[in-house]
């Protein structure tokens, strides 16, 4: 794959891992963490996809997805069990996404290059 159809690739990627992710944060907050798990689960598979547009945050991206479906099983017994959701679940969810974010900006600039490393070389 050439390098402007493995940008495009990734851009399509980024913009629908940002939109996903906006979506989970909205389910969590408004306590349906049935359809919070559904879209974290999306949310991993899509993420994977990232590790393989750029090579070099191949490892973070595959954290970031195992870590996705670990919120998958942990949304789902929130959803089975009302109450089971915590305060330092939600802190720690909030954290993880403040993480994800900038892990996210940092490859979805307008200059990245695939395989760069993230930027433009």
Request: hydrophobic share 40%; glycine share 4%; with cysteine.
């Amino acid at each position: 794959m050439d390098v402007e159809n493995k940008r495009r690739f990734a851009s399509f990627v980024l913009q629908q891992a940002r939109g996903m992710a906006k979506e989970a944060r909205v389910y969590c907050d408004s306590r349906n963490y049935q359809l919070a798990a559904v879209k974290v689960r999306d949310l991993a598979e899509t993420v994977a996809q990232i590790g393989t547009t750029f090579d070099h945050y191949l490892p973070r991206w595959k954290e970031f997805a195992d870590e996705l479906r670990a919120w998958d099983d942990t949304f789902l017994r929130a959803a089975k069990e009302p109450g089971k959701f915590s305060r330092t679940s939600e802190r720690k969810w909030l954290d993880f996404q403040r993480e994800f974010h900038s892990e996210l900006d940092a490859v979805a600039g307008p200059f990245v290059v695939p395989d760069s490393g993230g930027t433009d070389k």
